[in-house]
């Protein structure tokens, strides 16, 4: 969907109409290879002793927000539910993953669980608060990994949380908005609900309740039962205007999957190997990443932040290649929402990531979904090995 970080200035027709001579003309989805990364001897010996394990994060659009008018620069046929659904069903089957984490999945008794079923996949969800259909699913291979615990998580808890957790608004009042980015009116014309029409929007009260949800998952591997992987899986706030909100909610998301590690860790007597996915709707450097990578939302974070963390977190993709250029892309907006993370040990090593297009590249010239691309996103993923 739409989940602007920042908007560029919208394209005139006369681009439009120049993007689309450039596109691909191909309409069959295209599905991207994983890259290995090439490690030390060490390493390798590691990796070929090691489980490995394959992850892939993808936000799938939800039906419900696919409108020709948020997407004029789309194919009409491809936006249609019974085109897009099997183009999603063909990308997914193509990563031949262990976990999938989706966002925005709102047709899920309805397609996605049974047709994950088919494919060997058991899978928790939960879907957001208040009146919106989509949410959050993970979906994980039954013949390899086996649920132990999950927990589910709904940010608007935060408004209950308020005067116990009061780090978390200290700043509601001191909201520094970023004038070039204020160009959000396709979202709201969307979801009008989620940024007004709900009282005095800087009331803690009333801006931390945003419907959005997230879900923590704890594994064990069949093959070697010495670890446990927990996995979480979120959809953070949209806003470019209210970073505050999304800053919260990640303070919050990490708070409880330190909690929740501890809980797995203690309950099983085993260590835990934590991986961290979702669209944050936040771009590298803002205050949202920085905090999920030091645990400040500052660019120069003081140490004694750092040692505060209630999670240590590396990006797979920063840590293998650097971040992608983009992975949600209009013509009104590109850039990267999108991460996984892992907290870094021995006992886990990123070993691939799944490829993504460059900018000029024919099947994302003029902007998602496409024939090509069935949501507006692009999946991301990564191979692990885990000794």
């Not at 681009?15 to 030390?40: D, G, L, N, W, Y």
């Not at 936006?79 to 993953?97: D, I, N, P």
């Not at 808890?157 to 959000?184: F, G, P, R, W, Y």
């Not at 085993?270 to 500052?298: A, H, I, M």
Request: with cysteine; charged share 25%.
């Amino acid at each position: 969907m739409l989940l602007h970080h920042l908007r560029l200035p919208s394209l005139p027709y006369r681009a439009i109409s120049c993007f689309r001579s450039k596109m691909s003309t191909s309409s069959e989805p295209i599905t991207r290879k994983f890259i290995p990364v090439q490690h030390s001897l060490l390493d390798s010996q590691s990796e070929t002793h090691g489980s490995k394990l394959r992850l892939v994060s993808y936000n799938i659009l939800a039906q419900a927000y696919v409108k020709s008018s948020l997407f004029p620069h789309s194919p009409g046929p491809c936006l249609k539910w019974k085109a897009r659904c099997q183009a999603l069903l063909t990308v997914l089957r193509s990563f031949e993953a262990d976990i999938l984490c989706l966002q925005e999945v709102d047709e899920y008794d309805t397609f996605y669980k049974g047709n994950t079923e088919s494919c060997g996949y058991s899978s928790v969800y939960i879907q957001r608060s208040g009146t919106k259909r989509d949410g959050c699913g993970i979906f994980y291979k039954n013949n390899k990994l086996e649920l132990v615990m999950e927990e589910k998580i709904e940010y608007n808890d935060l408004v209950n949380s308020i005067q116990e957790e009061e780090a978390l608004c200290t700043n509601m009042d001191k909201i520094t908005i970023d004038k070039s980015n204020q160009d959000t009116a396709s979202k709201e014309g969307l979801q009008p609900e989620d940024t007004k029409d709900r009282g005095d929007p800087n009331d803690p009260h009333v801006r931390l309740k945003r419907d959005c949800v997230g879900i923590m998952t704890a594994f064990r591997l069949k093959e070697c039962s010495e670890h446990l992987i927990i996995v979480a899986n979120t959809h953070i706030f949209w806003d470019p205007e209210w970073a505050d909100v999304k800053l919260a909610q990640v303070k919050y998301l990490l708070s409880r999957l330190s909690k929740f590690k501890t809980l797995v860790s203690d309950k099983f007597d085993s260590k835990s190997l934590v991986l961290l996915s979702g669209d944050f709707n936040s771009v590298p450097g803002d205050e949202v990443y920085q905090y999920l990578t030091s645990g400040s939302s500052s660019v120069e974070p003081r140490p004694e932040e750092m040692e505060n963390l209630p999670i240590s977190l590396n990006s797979v993709y920063a840590s293998l290649r650097g971040e992608p250029q983009f992975t949600n892309c209009t013509p009104g907006f590109t850039g990267t929402l999108d991460y996984i993370f892992f907290s870094p040990s021995e006992s886990i090593k990123p070993i691939s990531y799944l490829d993504l297009p460059e900018a000029d590249s024919s099947d994302v010239i003029g902007g998602l979904p496409n024939y090509n691309h069935p949501s507006d996103h692009l999946p991301i993923g990564a191979d692990f090995v885990i000794v």
